[in-house]
């Protein structure tokens, strides 16, 4: 098992997203703390809005369902797999992990 740094938790915003750059992909970090997980990461790309602002985007849930709203149109996301909830769409889901203050990609 290969772990790539992205950034530190530090860099991170607590119940919100930020962009980072991984293999030359934009991909959303939501880094919420008080949950199992703790930290998400998927695609930044709209599929509908046609733009990169995932991390943008507004953090709930629809059950037990951790989601994103896209800031565009409002299209719900689950954070765990990605699939849009509203339509026949999914963003792509990134393995991440915290490990110590380091967030890394895990592979």
């Known amino acids: 098992m290969?772990?790539?740094?992205?950034?530190?938790?530090?860099?991170?915003?607590?119940?919100?997203?930020?962009?980072a750059l991984?293999?030359?992909e934009q991909v959303a970090l939501f880094y919420l703390?008080?949950?199992?997980?703790?930290?998400?990461?998927?695609?930044n790309w709209d599929?509908?809005?046609?733009?990169?602002?995932m991390s943008r985007g507004l953090i709930g849930s629809i059950g037990d369902?951790?989601?994103v709203f896209s800031p565009l149109y409002k299209q719900?996301?689950?954070?765990?797999?990605?699939q849009c909830l509203d339509?026949?769409?999914?963003?792509?889901?990134?393995?991440v992990a915290i490990e110590n203050d380091d967030?890394?990609?895990v592979s």
């Open 47 to 53: 599929p509908f809005g046609k733009a990169n602002v």
């Open 2 to 19: 290969t772990n790539n740094v992205i950034c530190q938790t530090r860099d991170l915003v607590e119940n919100s997203g930020v962009c």
């Open 33 to 43: 703390p008080n949950t199992e997980q703790k930290i998400f990461a998927v695609g």
């Open 22 to 24: 991984i293999n030359n």
């Open 65 to 67: 369902e951790l989601v």
């Open 87 to 95: 339509e026949d769409a999914a963003l792509p889901t990134y393995n």
């Open 103 to 105: 967030v890394v990609l």
């Open 76 to 82: 719900r996301f689950s954070l765990a797999t990605g």
